[in-house]
Each structure stands twice: as C-alpha cells, then as structure tokens.
C-alpha cells in the first residue's frame, strides 16, 4: 500500500514546523495533520477514514495528556500513541531529539526495550552533535517517514 497521509503529534510549534518543512517535498504526503497532545491525537485518529498502510503516525516521546494539562509535566506518551497504532495495524514511529528528558528518557526505552520494540524501526532520535545531553535543534523527520514507509510496505505485503 502507499502512504499517502502522516499524522504528526508533536507539542513544540518548532518542531512541529520543522515536520511540515521536513515533509512538505515528499509526494508521498498529500495530507499531513498536527496533533500537540494524546486527547487531540485520539480524537483525530477516530474520525481518519484511510486504511491501515495507507497513513502513518510520527509521534514524539514526551508531550502533555491534553490542552487542559496545567501540570507542565510532558509524560512519555509517544508509547501510548506507539501502541495504540500497533494494536489497530497503524504504522507508526517515534520521533524525537535527544537525551535531553533525562532519566525519563531512560525508562521510556526501556518500556520499547522489554516490549522489543527498541531499534530504528520504531524510534529515530537525533541528538545534538556538541552536546548528547541536550535538545537537538531539529528532529530528523525525513527518516522517520522513511521508517513509516517501510512499515507501511511490510502491511500492504501482507
């Protein structure tokens, strides 16, 4: 199947402009839809009328529940949004920049590690080249939509 359409979740309106700069030159993409929170993501994945193969989800790691989320924390949510495509046959990977949430970070590739999901397939991460530790100024969205198209091509030959 081609992939035609890219849901993006993404809480940064940098990053989230650097996807729409990142993926507006690929054909491939004819519809790209920005989600900043897992409410929004959710409520937009139920009312998406393409088949499995034909969109894919790039997520972030770490982004707020909702709009209302006054905590100011970001959780790992990208996980959430990771599985919820596995279990409807969604093509799906996270996309993030870096080592800069710490010890969170961590754990998040843990949870990818014991559910064996921890290799490029599902997570691309670019890390800022002078510093590992800190947010990489662009997330290298063209790789992540390269790990998508692969995704979906393995559901179309199914």
Known sequence: MELRQVLVVEDSYDHQEGAIKSLKDYRVVRRLSLFGNL??????????????????????LFFPVSKNDSSGELAPLGLVVLMKCQSLGIPCVIVTAGYHHG?????????????DL?????????????????????KDWSKGLEQLKAQAAKIGAE
Do not use: I, M, R
């Open 39 to 60: 409410e929004d993501f959710l409520k937009g994945l139920k009312g998406w009328g393409c088949k499995p193969g034909e969109f894919g989800v790039l997520t972030d």
């Open 118 to 138: 921890w290799h490029n397939e599902y997570l691309v991460d670019h890390f800022d080249q002078d510093d590992s530790e800190a947010e990489a100024k662009e």
């Open 103 to 115: 010890t969170k970070y961590n754990q998040a590739t843990s949870v990818l590690t014991v559910l």
